[in-house]
């Protein structure tokens, strides 16, 4: 059974930056594509960043692109997801996923795993 556990949220200025982590196990990470999803209070879950296994492709949401980098180490087994320039409009609860497809996935039915989640905090 495959287990994540994100890390690397709190609360900032917007301006500032962060470094998120998912740390995977249960499985082959390397098999695995995997995507970053937010939250935000009252909204429905977003897509923000994915990495496929696969020929290493990603995709970013337009909201994020430029600002946001998704990378894994797959020694480690671990996912990140470097936030820089953060605004306020990036607050929210961010989720990585896990998903055996072996391309890039922004849909969030197709992932098969989820971390609990870890809090984003960007004051103006």
């Known amino acids: 059974q495959v287990r994540l556990v994100e890390s690397g949220g709190g609360s900032v200025q917007a301006g500032d930056s962060l470094r998120l982590s998912c740390a995977f196990s249960?499985?082959?990470?390397?098999?695995?594509?995997m995507g970053w999803f937010r939250q935000a209070q009252g909204k429905e879950r977003e897509f923000v960043a994915t990495m496929a296994w696969s020929q290493g492709g990603i995709h970013y949401a337009d909201s994020v692109k430029g600002r946001f980098t998704i990378s894994r180490d797959n020694a480690k087994s671990v996912l990140y997801l470097q936030m820089n320039s953060l605004k306020p409009e990036d607050s929210a609860v961010y989720y990585c996923?896990?998903?055996?497809?072996?391309?890039?996935?922004?849909?969030?039915?197709?992932?098969?795993?989820w971390g609990q989640g870890t809090q984003v905090t960007v004051s103006s």
């Open positions: 996923a896990a998903t055996t497809q072996p391309s890039v996935v922004v849909t969030s039915s197709l992932y098969d795993y």
């Open positions: 249960g499985r082959t990470f390397s098999r695995y594509t």
